[in-house]
């Protein structure tokens, strides 16, 4: 490799989490960096993969302070883990002047749901209410679900459709949950699903279920303030009932360019 001509006179190191329940087996993170992992070549950039594992950042923090930057990809939440050790190592290299993207703070500022809320006024806006606390959601979503027909509650960090329920109301005191990530659907007391999102409550964004989401959805791609592309996404779901309705995206996308 011809390093000469690199922007970075230390390596790069590209991050991502390693299997916890089979960490002998590669994930597919070397795979789909591969495009990136070729063009950081072409500019004469070391990128270095780093798989990393909660157990092993000490070791991980010695090795990224000895790389000129750090490109993470690291889910908020993946397998029952969070970011809270991760972040915290991240820091400290960054603090010791490593470059690290994203920065947890900058997560931290603009990495949530809550931005719905806020632009609820906006075009794209609907209906759609915030519960900061674990208080608030057990006095006022009750409330909302009995007046305003079946709602949509998105944890306000996470990904893969995660603990995002589609909740209808069955009468006054039972609904029927259906989760984003499999289309599970359950039906208890309301009450009960009050109680146990208390465990792990970080903030709820609720807004109205829209039918039309059996049609699919399509994702618009930016690079700074330009579109770079397109993708189409199925319902995981094909043949939606009155029961179980399609919710859930399937994970295969068909991609388009910008044109």
């Known amino acids: 490799m011809d390093t000469s001509k690199s922007p970075f006179l230390k390596p790069l190191a590209l991050m991502w989490r390693g299997n ?65 050790i991760v972040d915290a190592m991240l820091r400290d290299v960054s603090a010791a002047g490593t470059w690290v993207s994203a920065h947890p703070d900058t997560i931290l500022k603009m990495g949530t749901k809550e931005v719905l809320y806020r632009t609820r006024e906006l075009g794209w806006g609907a209906d759609t209410d915030l519960y900061s606390t674990y208080d608030e959601f057990a006095l006022r979503f009750p409330i909302k679900l009995s007046v305003a027909g079946p709602r949509v509650l998105k944890p306000l960090r996470g990904n893969d459709g995660r603990g995002v329920f589609r909740v209808e109301a069955l009468g006054s005191e039972r609904v029927r949950l259906q989760e984003a990530i499999d289309d599970r659907v359950e039906t208890l007391p309301l009450a009960q699903f009050i109680q ?56 295969a996308k068909t991609m388009h360019g910008a044109d």
């Open 20 to 84: 916890i329940n089979a960490p002998d087996q590669p994930t597919n993170h070397p795979e789909r960096l591969k495009p990136l992992i070729a063009e950081f070549e072409r500019l004469g950039v070391e990128a270095r993969q780093v798989v990393y594992f909660d157990a092993d950042a000490e070791a991980t923090r010695d090795q990224l302070k000895s790389m000129s930057g750090v490109l993470v990809w690291i889910n908020p939440v993946q397998d029952g883990q969070d970011r809270v």
């Open 196 to 251: 146990r999102s208390k465990e792990k409550f970080s903030g709820f964004v609720d807004q109205p279920f829209q039918n039309n989401v059996k049609a699919g959805m399509v994702r618009v791609y930016m690079s700074q303030n330009r579109v770079v592309g397109f993708s189409e996404q199925a319902p995981r779901n094909l043949t939606p009932s009155s029961d179980q309705p399609a919710f859930g995206m399937n994970s």
